[in-house]
């Protein structure tokens, strides 16, 4: 056996090894360019050696280039960076993403870093730099400077960059890829908050689609709880495939008997979308289809209108076309580029993108077959948990969002970044077998906020209690419905929400209100004789929430 000593010298020089292992060329970053305005690769593209941060290496036409590798301050200090830029840029350093602006538009600018990093002189960190060029200049512009307490600002010199990129750096690129760039799913309900539109990831290309009626009114992001406009909006199943099968319902806008239900799936990479229209007073309405590019991106569109067809061309995309279906579109005023469908009762109207028109009942049959298979999703975990499953996957997938920046984020509400909350989920309280209590939702918030809920009082006992009272319900458990102040029911069921300006413990200023879900979830718990909650409870649950961390 060696002695314990030459044990300790042998893992310091494996130890030193590793640290002083060769760290790459240095004066030079890894560059990949690909020919899409995507802040994520393709499967392949152009890789090469480039010398330092500057025009060499980015593609002369609209495309993208990422540069890896690491840098190198010359003194301990907190260095903060700016990006001279007319394209998309992101930067990281030592893993901190500090540079953000998916601006696509062809505007030279300067952005500064919104953190500073800090070094020690000679250590080398991690360094990722993505541009998107999109051609509007008559040459890429891209430089970097860094400055500090004792670096003056300055370009930063081809000489602190080496070529050096880890293995576990290489996964973490990898994962965020996956997650920025969902390419395996082309449309997805990302168009936040609304969940009336359709984006074509990851060009940012949207389809939005809303109700507008005959006075030129528009109903405008289609979501729950709509306040300044009523409108009941039932949220469908929507499958965990992006768009490949959703559904939602919109009734009763401004007091209206009309019910319209909005239906897509995904076709050999094509979004089929069908508004079917039932009631007295659809005639008075129209779907409004309006196309749009998300998160600065660049792109252009031709047609719409009065015309059946609708391009949207996107730098370093091909150009993707729609074609309106089941009625002649219409005009917007001060909309050149949307359609206006006329609605009526048993209308069926919508649209579909690529090479050619659809016919309405090849859609319609493409849409069914969609709901077929998410029925079975369900189905496949057994007939006594689907009732549960299907919400559960309903929720979870309408509440999947996409930010430039998070990409992928759930679970969360819908609207999170435009200031609500995040979405909970907990442990169910059990129920006997046969009274298995219905599926509902509360979201919280605080006095004076939108329009205040009426406390929630204990309701008329229907039947008996039970000889052992249920426990109380747990943070996130689903709610079938409560009762004001005034003895009415609010329907529900939906998800229970934690809002982010809901003070961490403040008891007297909470209300609970329940969302709506679709009548062909809620009628099996009817009819299997399910039970509502005490009033009691829902406070308590909303006192949960108000003391619960944010996810």
């Given amino acids: 056996m060696p002695p314990r000593g030459g044990a300790r010298r042998s893992a310091s020089a494996a130890l030193a090894a590793a640290l002083l292992a060769p760290l790459g060329a240095r004066g030079a970053l890894n560059a990949l360019v690909w020919p899409t305005t995507a802040f994520a690769p393709p499967a392949s593209g152009a890789a090469s050696v480039v010398p330092g941060v500057g025009p060499a290496g980015v593609p002369p036409a609209a495309g993208t280039v990422r540069l890896t590798g690491t840098i190198v301050a010359p003194a301990a200090e907190t260095l903060g960076f700016v990006v001279r830029t007319d394209g998309g840029v992101r930067l990281w350093v030592d893993d901190h993403l500090i540079v953000d602006d998916g601006d696509t538009l062809g505007r030279v600018r300067d952005v500064a870093s919104f953190l500073n990093v800090s070094f020690l002189a000679g250590v080398p960190q991690p360094f990722r730099l993505d541009y998107m060029h999109v051609g509007a200049a008559p040459a890429p512009a891209l430089a970097l400077s860094w400055v500090g ?43 936040n908050p609304t969940m009336g539109g359709h984006v074509l990831m990851p060009t940012g290309f949207s389809l939005y689609a809303t109700l507008a009626d005959d006075a030129n009114k528009t109903l405008g992001d289609v979501f729950v709880f709509r306040r300044s406009d009523p409108a009941v909006v039932y949220m469908g199943a929507h499958s965990f495939n992006g768009s490949d099968f959703t559904s939602l319902r919109i009734d009763a806008w401004r007091g209206r008997a009309c019910s319209v239900t909005f239906e897509t799936t995904v076709v050999a990479r094509n979004l089929y979308f069908l508004a079917r229209a039932n009631g007295t007073d659809c005639a008075a309405l129209r779907l409004l289809v309006a196309p749009r590019m998300l998160w600065s991106r660049a792109g252009a569109f031709a047609g719409g209108g009065a015309a059946p067809e609708l391009t949207a061309t996107m730098p370093g995309f091909p150009p993707v076309t729609a074609h309106a279906v089941g009625a002649a579109p219409a005009p917007f005023p001060g909309q050149p580029h949307a359609w206006a469908l006329q609605l009526g009762d048993g209308a069926v109207v919508g649209y579909a993108t690529g090479p050619a028109a659809v016919a309405p009942g090849d859609m319609a049959a493409a849409i069914a077959a969609a709901a077929t298979r998410a029925a079975a999703t369900a189905n496949k975990h057994g007939a006594d948990v689907a009732d549960v499953y299907e919400p559960i996957q309903t929720v979870i997938a309408w509440n999947t969002m996409f930010t430039p920046y998070e990409g992928v984020v759930t679970p969360v509400s819908r609207g999170w970044d435009f200031g609500s909350g995040y979405v909970l989920f907990g442990e169910r309280a059990r129920a006997p077998q046969h009274t298995r209590a219905a599926h509902g939702a509360a979201r919280v918030r605080p006095v004076g906020t939108r329009r205040p809920c009426s406390p929630p009082v204990r309701p008329p006992a229907r039947r008996p209690p039970p000889a052992r009272p249920p426990p109380p319900p747990r943070l996130g458990q689903l709610l079938p419905h409560v009762h004001g102040r005034d003895g009415r029911r609010v329907q529900g069921p939906g998800v229970l929400e934690r809002h982010p300006d809901v003070p961490d413990a403040h008891d007297g200023g909470l209300r609970a209100q329940l969302c709506v879900w679709p009548e062909h979830l809620v009628r099996p718990h009817r009819a299997a004789g399910g039970r509502a909650r005490r009033a009691g409870d829902v406070q308590q649950v909303a006192r949960r929430v108000a003391r619960g961390r944010r996810l």
């Fill in 149 to 191: 307490n004792v670096t003056a600002l300055a370009p930063v010199p081809a000489g602190a960059f080496t070529t050096a990129v880890t293995p576990a750096e290489g996964a973490r690129v990898a994962l965020r890829d996956r997650l920025v760039n969902p390419v395996d799913v082309p449309w997805q309900t990302y168009d």
